[in-house]
C-alpha cells in the first residue's frame, strides 16, 4: 500500500529557502504511474496546490508560485521533494505531499508536515 | 483561474439525513474533471470522488457525485457520525488545480 511522509524544517527564516522531502513507501516510486504533488494549506484556511512531477521528470507549478517553486524526484531514493525560496510569513502552512492517477488529483496523502516562517 | 464557489458554507444535519453539497466553477469545467475531499480535524483530506461521479476505492456508497459544466453536488444519503468533516471541491481541468473554500458538515 502506497505511503508518503514528509520530512524537514519546521521552521524557516523570513527571505529562506523552505525544502520538504515525502519519501515513498510500499513499493519503488518508479513501480507507480502517478504524478507526486504538494498541496499546502495555512492554518484555519483552505488548500493550494503547489506544483506536480512525473517520474520522467515532467513539471507543472500553479502560475502564482511557478517563479519561487522547484519539485523535482529521486527514483533512486523513492523520494520527491519541494523548495520554496524567498519565503513570507504568508507561506506559513501545512505541507502535504500527494500521489495522483491524474494531475493533481490526489488519490494519497502524507500526514502533513507544519512549516512555520518566522524569525 | 477557475473559481471554485462552495456553498453552503456550514451545513448543520443530525446523522441519518441526507446532505447535498454544491460546487459551482466560474467557467465550465472541461471533461468534468471535479474532485472532491473530505477533512477531518488535523488530518489530511481525503479523496472521495473523481470524475465528477467516480467514488474513490472502498468508498462506502452513501457517497455520490453528480454534476457537469459549472454547477457540481456531492450528496451524502444517510449520514454516519464519521461524515461530519469539512469538504472541498477541487478542479484539475485548467491550471492552476483549484480548490473551493470548503463546506463544514456539523452535527445538528
Known amino acids: 500500500q502506497l505511503q508518503l511522509q514528509e520530512s524537514g524544517p519546521g521552521l524557516v527564516m523570513p527571505s529562506e529557502t523552505l525544502s520538504l522531502t515525502c519519501t515513498v513507501s510500499g513499493g519503488s516510486i518508479s513501480s507507480f504511474d502517478y504524478s507526486w504533488g504538494w498541496i499546502r494549506q495555512p492554518p484555519g484556511k483552505g488548500l493550494e496546490w503547489i506544483g506536480s512531477i512525473y517520474n520522467d521528470g515532467r513539471t507543472y507549478f500553479n502560475p502564482s508560485l511557478k517563479s519561487r517553486v522547484t519539485i523535482s524526484v529521486d527514483t533512486s531514493k523513492s523520494q520527491f521533494s519541494l523548495r520554496l525560496n524567498s519565503v513570507t510569513a504568508a507561506d506559513t502552512a501545512v505541507f502535504y505531499c500527494?500521489?495522483?492517477?491524474?494531475?493533481?488529483?490526489?488519490?494519497?496523502w502524507g500526514q502533513g508536515t507544519l512549516v512555520t516562517v518566522s524569525s | 483561474e477557475i473559481v471554485l464557489t462552495q456553498s453552503p458554507g456550514t451545513l448543520s444535519l443530525s446523522p441519518g439525513e441526507r446532505a447535498t453539497l454544491s460546487c459551482r466553477a466560474s467557467q465550465s469545467v472541461s471533461s468534468n474533471y471535479l474532485a472532491w475531499y473530505q477533512q477531518k480535524p488535523g488530518q489530511a483530506p481525503r479523496l472521495l470522488i473523481y470524475?465528477?461521479?467516480t467514488r474513490a476505492t472502498a468508498l462506502p456508497d452513501r457517497f455520490s457525485g453528480s454534476g457537469s459544466g459549472t454547477d457540481f453536488t456531492l450528496s451524502i444519503s444517510r449520514l454516519e457520525p464519521e461524515d461530519f468533516a469539512v469538504y472541498y471541491c477541487q478542479q484539475y481541468a485548467s491550471s492552476p488545480y483549484t480548490f473551493g473554500q470548503g463546506t463544514k458538515l456539523e452535527i445538528k
Open positions: 470524475g465528477a461521479s
Open positions: 500527494t500521489a495522483g492517477g491524474g494531475i493533481a488529483v490526489a488519490g494519497a
